[in-house]
């Protein structure tokens, strides 16, 4: 995932939507090449590692949702009471959430036996609904002010209905729609790829960023099941458990190496 992609490295919104000085220091990671690399990877587990836990373990979408939502609250729970950034806990929710609304998605299509088209509408307005109380109550959806408490709610309700969405298009278009999971993949890289191009010619940073983030669901769920998925059914047969494992271990290196960073950026003597 290019450096390039909405956001990176720059401050969504001009100085003057800064946090009040009591606030506390901004709770989310820069936006860079690591960043989104690390969010496709997340999206991928949640796919692989939900059908692993709900299927080959036999835990089924009810009890698997049930369990990832406990260990959910937890994660955000140290979140929240976290007064600054810290990379594994951070990550931890983001993986969680994907598997969360993964299995959000799976239960409205598979157990409520609900269309995706109506799932991806409702999600969509559901996400609308929440950036616009966000904007209203905050004036920025900017992910480089998280610096309040309310703040940060409005970022991960936002962050679940995104996945949530994610889930629900992807599926609309690779299963409903036929694409398939090869077709899936080039098919949301190069919305991707637009929604950057679009960002170079204009398109504001924080509806760029919320656009690739959206986007990269679908795109992870697309490698995810193209690469454990059985040869017959389209896939590469690698199964869930190894890509699961597999980009877990990515995760936690790449999370690793972030935190020594920040620990030896924090351990400097100021100049």
Known sequence: ???????????????????????????????TAVFWIIKVLSTTVGETGADYLAVHVGL????TGAIMATLLGGALVLQMRARRYVPWIYWLCVVLVSIVGTQITDALTDGLEISLYASTAAFAAILATIFALWYASERTLSIHTIVTSRRETFYWAAILFTFALGTAAGDLATEALGLGFRLGVLAFGGLIGLVALAHRFGLGAIASFWMAYILTRPLGASLGDLLSQSRPNGGLGLGTSTTSLVFLAVIVVFVGIESVGRNELRARPAL
Do not use: D, E, Y
Request: proline fraction near 17%.
């Open 60 to 63: 089924g979408t009810a009890i």
């Open 1 to 31: 995932m290019p450096a390039s992609l909405p956001g990176a490295k720059l401050p969504l919104v001009p100085h003057a939507a800064s946090a009040p000085s009591w606030a506390m220091a901004n709770k989310v990671p820069a936006v």
